[in-house]
């Protein structure tokens, strides 16, 4: 199953929350990477990517106290579930490519019996 993950900042100052706004875009792609720290506050190796997704949409909590951000990430598995409406045909060739005779002949081959080598 493809599932995701969101993060969550809170005690955010008010010129992240402006950036969070302006800049979340859903679909752009996000990465979670996973790394210990000492207690000198060095990174202990090397950090692990723990998820690689596309941004969802990003929630903003305000109170009088604090504000908090969460920013949700789907699985790019999701995509094997959305059914595709591009077909091999001469019509959806031409939407991408005007004037390719690629797929011309799609339609009059699709029902013909071919008999390969000796019959």
Not at 16 to 38: F, K, S
Not at 46 to 72: H, W, Y
Request: net charge negative.
């Amino acid at each position: 199953m493809a599932g995701g993950t969101a993060v969550s900042l809170s005690g955010v100052p008010l010129d992240l929350v402006q950036m969070a706004i302006e800049e979340a875009r859903q679909g752009l792609p996000g990465r979670i990477w996973l790394g210990l720290l000492a207690e000198n506050s060095e990174i202990i190796a090397d950090p692990v990517q723990a998820f690689s997704g596309r941004l969802d949409v990003p929630e903003i909590k305000d109170d009088a106290n604090t504000c908090t951000i969460t920013i949700s990430y789907e699985s790019r598995l999701i995509d094997l579930t959305v059914a595709r409406t591009w077909r091999y045909t001469h019509e959806s060739q031409q939407v991408l490519y005007p004037g390719d005779l690629g797929f011309e002949y799609v339609t009059a081959i699709q029902d013909r019996e071919i008999t390969w080598g000796r019959g």
